[in-house]
C-alpha cells in the first residue's frame, strides 16, 4: 500500500517529509512526490521510480527550503493507473491551491470524476482515482480547508487515507482515514502525519491514532481531532516502545508472518470489489466476451514456483466451472517444448512480482503464436501486466518476505473468479452454484481470521518437530496442489528436504521411503476423497510415519489414523485450497524460526527471479 508522511512546525519540512519516506520504502512502492507550501505558494513534485530521483529534481529546482515549513509526501503503490510522474501523489486541484496525497482506493471515483467535469468543467490531468479527491475539495473549498474536506467524504466511498494542504492556509494540514492508516505524531513545537509508525519514529513516540471517518487539524502547536458529525473528540496517546525494524512489522517478528495475518484483508479487497450487488462476478481489466469465450479450445496456464501452484487450483476451477480442458505449465518448461498455441488459447500468466522472466518469455512466446494473453499480477504496471491483452490484479498489496503466502491466496481468488466468470458467460455454469461458490468465496476471510486464531496450536507443533530433516506432503484432488506449495513453503524458508505427492501415486515408489518417524503431512479436506486419505494414512502409519492431519472441523475420524491434526473451517470441497494453505503457512514459519532461519529473505533466493 502507499506510504504518506506530513509535517509542520518550524524545521525543514522538505527534510524531514522525505527522511519519513525513505523510512516507508520497504513497503514497496513504484514513485513519490512531496508538495510544500512555501508562504502561501504551494509547489509540487514528484518523480515515477525510486525516491532519489524525486531527490534530484528537488535538488536541481533548488528551492528555498529553510522557508518552507509545511509539507506532505507519498510513495505510491499504482491501483488505478501504471506508475508514471503524472500518475504519482500529490495531485493538485485544477487550480494549484490544493495538494492532496491518498492512499487507498475511492471506489466511487468516476462518477464524482463525470460530475465535476460536467458540472465544474474540471480538467483532469492523471487516470488515478485519486486525483478526484484533490478536484472534489477544490470544489467545495470556500477559504476553510476542514469544510472542505468533511464535503468531500461525505461524497466519497472506498477505503482512503488523505492528508491536504492548502496555499491559502500556510499554518494547517488537514487529514482522514477510512479503513487505511491514519496517525498523528505529536511533536514540540511541530506536528506530523504518516501511514505508518516507522516514519516517524526518529521525531516522535507519542501518536494519536486516527479512527475511521475522523478528520484530523494539525498546526505546529495543536493537534484537533474530529468524528463524522465534525464533533471534537479526545483521544489517548499511543506510546510506541517498538524498534524501527519491527515497527516496520508493525510488531510482528517477519513481514512473512505479518503477510500470512494480512491475507484476509487481502482476500477481501481483490474478491469484494469484483462482486456486483447480485453476486455477479465483474471482471474489471478483462475484456473477454462471450465469443471469445466460446472461442477458446484450450486454456494453458504458465508461472513459476507458488503462482504455479496456484495455476494448478486455477485448473481444477476453470474445467469444473467453465468446462474448458486447462494444461499448467512450469514457465521454464512451456517456453521450450513448442508447445501448441493458436489463436484458440487462452494463455494465463500468473506472477506477483510481474517480472519473472520466465514467465515473461513464456508470455511472449504464446503471443507470438496468436494466443489470448491474460495475466493475473499483484504489481500494476508491471512488465507481466503490460505485454498482456487482460490483466486481473491480485490486490494483496506489497509483499515483501521473499516467501509469498498473500500472493498466493489472492491468485488463487483470482483463479475461482475468473473460472466463475467464464462459466456463466459460456452458460454451462447453473446460477444456483455460481451463487453457491460466490457465499462460499465470501465467508472464506472470516473463516480464514478464525483459522489464524488458532496459531497457537500449530507454533506448539513446529516446537515438536522442528529438528525433522525429511517430511512428506501428501493430498488427492485439489489438495495435492495444495500439498505442492506446503512443501515449497517448508523447504524455502526452513531448509528441511520436503517432498510433495499425489497420495494415490505413493505406493508406485515413494512409499519405499517412508520409515520410523518420517513426517507425512496428510491433507484430506476433500470430503469425496477422505476415506481414500485415511487408507493413505493407514498405509504410511503401518511404516512408521509420523502423521500431521490437516481435515475438515467435524471429520473427528482422523484423530484415529493421525498423530496429530489440524483443523480448517467447514466450507465447500471447491474452495478448501484457500484455508489449507494457511496452517501449512503457518507451520513452515515457526518451524524456520525455531531453526533460527533467516526466514524474510532465505539463502539463495530473491523475491523475484529476473534471470532465466
Ligand atoms: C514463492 O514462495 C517463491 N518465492 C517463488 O517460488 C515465487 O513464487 C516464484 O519465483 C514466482 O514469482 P512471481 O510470482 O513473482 O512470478
Known amino acids: 500500500m502507499c506510504g504518506i508522511v506530513g509535517y509542520i512546525g518550524s524545521g525543514n519540512a522538505e527534510k524531514i517529509v522525505i527522511e519519513g519516506l525513505k523510512k516507508l520504502e520497504y513497503r514497496g512502492y513504484d514513485s513519490s512526490g512531496i508538495a510544500m507550501n512555501f508562504d502561501g505558494k504551494l ?3 514528484k518523480r515515477k521510480g525510486r525516491i532519489t530521483n524525486l531527490e534530484e529534481a528537488l535538488e536541481k529546482a533548488s528551492y528555498d527550503f529553510g522557508n518552507c515549513h509545511l509539507a506532505i509526501g507519498h ?14 501523489h500529490p495531485h493538485f486541484s485544477m487550480d494549484h491551491r490544493i495538494a492532496i496525497v491518498h492512499n487507498g482506493i475511492v471506489e466511487n471515483y468516476l462518477e464524482i470524476k463525470d460530475r465535476l467535469i460536467k458540472e465544474h468543467g474540471i480538467k483532469f490531468v492523471s487516470e488515478t ?9 477544490s470544489v467545495y473549498y470556500k477559504g476553510d480547508l476542514e469544510e472542505a474536506m468533511f464535503r468531500a467524504i461525505a461524497e466519497m466511498r472506498g477505503a482512503y487515507s488523505i492528508c491536504a494542504i492548502a496555499a491559502d492556509e500556510p499554518d494547517r494540514i488537514v487529514a482522514t482515514r477510512k479503513d487505511a492508516p491514519l496517525l498523528a505524531g505529536i511533536g514540540n513545537g511541530c506536528n506530523f502525519l504518516a501511514s505508518d509508525i516507522p516514519a516517524l519514529l526518529k521525531h ?14 494539525l498546526t505546529r502547536n495543536d493537534i484537533k481531532i474530529y468524528n463524522s458529525e465534525h464533533q471534537p473528540v479526545t483521544r489517548d496517546v499511543f506510546h510506541v516502545s517498538w524498534d524501527a525494524d519491527s515497527a516496520e512489522k508493525e510488531g510482528y517478528d517477519h513481514f512473512m508472518i505479518k503477510e500470512i495475518h494480512e491475507q484476509p484483508k487481502g482476500l477481501t479487497e481483490t474478491l469484494e470489489r469484483r462482486l456486483g450487488a447480485d453476486g455477479t462476478v465483474k471482471l474489471d481489466g478483462i475484456h473477454l466476451t462471450k465469443e471469445d469465450i466460446e472461442g477458446f479450445d484450450r486454456v494453458y496456464i504458465v508461472a513459476c514456483g507458488t503462482a504455479y501452484h496456484a495455476g494448478l487450483i486455477g485448473k481444477y476451477a476453470i474445467e469444473k466451472f467453465a468446462k474448458i480442458p486447462v494444461e499448467v505449465d512450469v514457465a521454464s518448461e512451456f517456453r521450450y517444448r513448442d508447445p501448441f498455441v493458436d489463436s484458440r488459447t487462452l494463455f494465463i500468466a500468473i506472477s506477483q512480482s510481474g517480472e519473472t522472466l520466465d514467465t515473461l518469455a513464456a508470455l511472449r512466446e504464446a503471443k507470438s503464436k496468436g494466443a489470448r494473453i491474460m495475466s493475473v499480477v499483484n504489481v500494476v504496471g508491471s512488465s507481466v501486466a503490460r505485454e498482456s491483452d487482460d490483466v486481473f490484479y491480485t490486490w494483496a498489496g506489497p509483499e515483501i518476505a521473499v516467501a509469498s503466502t498473500k500472493a498466493y491466496t489472492t491468485q488463487l481468488m483470482c483463479m475461482y473468479l475468473i473460472a466463475l466468470y467464464m462459466g456463466r458467460v459460456k452458460g454451462v455454469l447453473e446460477k444456483a452454484y455460481h451463487d453457491r461458490i460466490v457465499e462460499e468465496l465470501r465467508a472464506i476471510p472470516a473463516k480464514l481470521e478464525k483459522l489464524l486464531e488458532g496459531e497457537q496450536v500449530i507454533k506448539n507443533l513446529a516446537k515438536e518437530l522442528y529438528r525433522i530433516e525429511h517430511v512428506f506432503f501428501i493430498g488427492r484432488g485439489t489438495d495435492s496442489a495444495v500439498a505442492l506449495e506446503g512443501s515449497l513453503k517448508l523447504k524455502e524458508i526452513s531448509y528441511i528436504n520436503s517432498f510433495a505427492i ?5 505406493k508406485h515408489g515413494t512409499i519405499a521411503l517412508i520409515e520410523k ?11 469425496r476423497l477422505f476415506e481414500k486419505m485415511l487408507s493413505n494414512i493407514q498405509e504410511v502409519k503401518a511404516r512408521g510415519a509420523f502423521v500431521i492431519g490437516v481435515a475438515k472441523e467435524g471429520n473427528a475420524a482422523i484423530e484415529e489414523q493421525a498423530s496429530r491434526t489440524i483443523y480448517i473451517p467447514e466450507c465447500m470441497d471447491e474452495v478448501t485450497p ?11 514459519y515457526y518451524i524456520a524460526k525455531e531453526r533460527g532461519c533467516d526466514i ?13
Do not use: C, M
Not at 510513495?75 to 504519482?88: K, Y
Not at 499425489?502 to 505413493?506: F, K, P
Not at 518420517?518 to 470430503?527: H, I, N
Open 129 to 137: 482515482d485519486s486525483e478526484v479527491v484533490a478536484q472534489l475539495l
Open 517 to 527: 518417524d518420517t513426517l507425512v503431512v496428510a491433507l484430506s479436506t476433500q470430503d
Open 204 to 217: 516522535s513516540r507519542e501518536f494519536y491514532l486516527i479512527e475511521n471517518g475522523e478528520v484530523v487539524v
Open 578 to 588: 484457500l484455508l489449507t494453505v494457511v496452517p501449512l503457512q503457518i507451520l513452515a
Open 43 to 45: 509547489v509540487v513534485e
Open 75 to 88: 510513495t505510491r503503490w499504482a491501483t488505478h493507473g501504471a506508475p508514471s510522474d503524472v500518475n504519482a
Open 502 to 506: 499425489a497420495a494415490g501415486e505413493l
Open 600 to 612: 524474510d529473505k532465505p539463502k539463495n533466493l530473491a523475491k523475484s527471479v529476473t534471470v532465466e
